[in-house]
């Protein structure tokens, strides 16, 4: 079995002979990166960078990247290939999502990237990153549970991929990828919203979902009762680190851990009687977050209100790890058949 959740950021278990891998996201908001080393059917992480550079500034209104945001992209791929040719990394794979899903200057910015920093960037269509980032989290579902719902709240968008486990025909997925993250609805909305101003940010993510042709397929699978959800972000990973009241971050105490449905709202309130000042000061947010989490936490709230699940497992981790998988050889369906239960055939999925 493959062991996506092997993580040691000391790389105090890898084997100094197997070469590296890495996989680099560059989303709206951040530029991350992690190296590892191959290890049995794992691998363990040997090396992390992770930098806000808000690429998707400003997109909302133009659907271009600005050139200060392309500088800040650039300079931290550039910190990407100096990490991966000091640990001689034999393979990566370097991706982007929402804002080059966008911008319409998109494919100049890739060819300036792979310019300055050596790195080829791909942009990743909706069900790709989906699936990467499913297959980067899915050893956290719990096989007391029949659905699965991943929630992966971006910057520019929010990717929703839900699991029905098969029964006799394969595991059914449906899919769907909404417009919206926190860095658009920050712009839209504002960073300290008010009462209203909230609700509205919860409003635009259920009209999104209306709006969806795949989200009469989801719902009509829902079973509440029996859906865990999975969510992997930084909202998502916040609100645990504050509803643990956390004296500062730690990925060892969030990742994997199970936050109560009934403690999202009352952590969310808290977050939110919060200035931006005070949140930047905050241990477990920060100033790169700051203006950033208020319109998570009305993603997650609207989510959960339209998708009730009864439990909610926060997974540090997602779409890098997925990348990491896939170059060792795993692949989707094989995940599924491990963390969930044989199959009898390859997963069948459902396209809106």
């Keep these: 079995m493959r062991r996506l959740d092997l993580w040691s950021a000391e790389g105090e278990h890898a084997d100094p002979t197997v070469q590296p891998i890495a996989a680099v996201d560059l989303g709206t908001n951040n530029c991350r990166l992690l190296v590892a080393r191959p290890e049995g059917e794992g691998f363990v992480v040997i090396d992390s960078f992770s930098r806000i550079v808000r690429l998707g500034e400003g997109l909302e209104a133009t659907n271009t990247l600005a050139e200060p945001a392309i500088q800040r992209a650039i300079g931290a791929l550039r910190v990407c290939a100096r990490v991966m040719a000091r640990h001689a990394v034999a393979q990566a794979r370097c991706v982007a999502t929402e ?181 930047a000061l905050h241990p477990c947010i920060g100033p790169g977050r700051a203006d950033l989490v208020v319109a998570g936490c009305a993603v997650v709230e609207a989510l959960h209100a339209r998708f009730p699940f009864k439990a909610l497992r926060v997974a540090d981790r997602g779409l890098r790890e997925g990348i990491l998988a896939t170059l060792i050889g795993d692949r989707l369906d094989s995940a599924l058949t491990r963390h969930l239960q044989p199959m009898q055939r390859p997963f069948e999925q459902v396209r809106p």
């Design 99 to 279: 804002a080059c899903r966008r911008a319409t200057n998109a494919a100049d910015f890739v060819e300036r990237a792979r310019l300055a920093s050596g790195l080829t960037l791909e942009v990743l269509d909706h069900e790709e990153e989906a699936r990467l980032a499913l297959l980067g989290c899915l050893a956290l579902a719990d096989r007391a549970f029949d659905q699965f719902l991943m929630m992966d709240v971006g910057g520019g968008s929010t990717e929703l991929a839900w699991i029905g486990r098969g029964s006799g025909r394969g595991h059914e997925i449906v899919s769907l990828s909404l417009p919206l993250g926190v860095v658009t609805l920050a712009e839209r909305f504002g960073a300290d919203p008010d009462d209203a101003g909230y609700l509205a940010m919860q409003a635009a993510v259920w009209n999104a979902l209306d709006a969806h042709p795949a989200t009469k397929r989801l719902t009509a699978h829902l079973a509440a009762d029996r859906l865990q959800a999975i969510g992997t972000s930084g909202t998502v990973t916040t609100l645990a680190a504050m509803h643990l009241h956390l004296p500062r971050y730690d990925r060892r105490l969030v990742d994997g851990i199970w936050l109560p449905p009934d403690a999202i709202p009352g952590t969310a309130v808290r977050l939110r009687a919060l200035d931006t000042a005070a949140r």
